[in-house]
């Protein structure tokens, strides 16, 4: 038969405390240098810059401001034909809507040709707002937009290039075949 050991009352941890600690024959580590003082010998003065890199370095930060602008302007210049041919389509659009408002009166009801007037008045007013904005107002619209709803804001960008992203798909599975 297997001997019970009766509980002490001591848990293993307590146990452990009560023995005596062991000696420590490890090494004790060395105190740590005071490096300031090397620090401050080896430190030494940097060294004047020649009169060709600070042009050179002049020049960089030019040439990058250059670079910047001309990328600000393209990227304007491209803003705005998208806005223009934007604003023409919807025109367009617009246009469309109201020359079926006839067809529609003819076939659904002169009811239905009233929605389908209005809707073709409301896209042209679009169009409107559109054409007389500028780009930079367009973009400040965009950042009010975005303050005020920035969860409507990231689920449109989402949108937005999700539809993007099929269409440049659509397009190389088009010129594949």
């Not at 050179?56 to 223009?84: H, I, M, N, P, V």
């Not at 659904?108 to 929605?115: P, R």
Request: glycine share 6%.
């Amino acid at each position: 038969m297997a001997e019970v050991k009766k509980p002490t009352g001591k848990t293993p941890a307590k146990a452990a405390a009560k023995k005596p600690a062991a000696k420590k024959t490890a090494a004790r580590k060395a105190p740590a240098k005071d490096t300031s003082e090397v620090r401050t010998t080896k430190a030494q003065k940097a060294a004047p810059l020649k009169a060709g890199a600070t042009k050179a370095a002049a020049r960089k930060t030019e040439s990058t401001s250059d670079f910047k602008d001309r990328a600000l302007t393209k990227a304007k210049s491209a803003a705005t034909q998208g806005k223009e041919r934007t604003g023409t389509a919807i025109e367009n659009l617009s246009k469309m809507i109201e020359d079926s408002a006839k067809t529609i009166d003819d076939n659904v009801g002169e009811k239905y040709g009233d929605y389908a007037r209005s809707a073709a008045d409301a896209v042209s007013s679009f169009a409107e707002k559109l054409n007389s904005k500028e780009i930079d107002e367009m973009v400040e619209d965009a950042r009010g937009y975005v303050r005020k709803s920035p969860a409507v804001a990231i689920g449109a960008a989402a949108v937005v290039g999700f539809l993007l992203s099929r269409l440049i798909k659509s397009g190389m599975d088009d010129s594949d075949a």
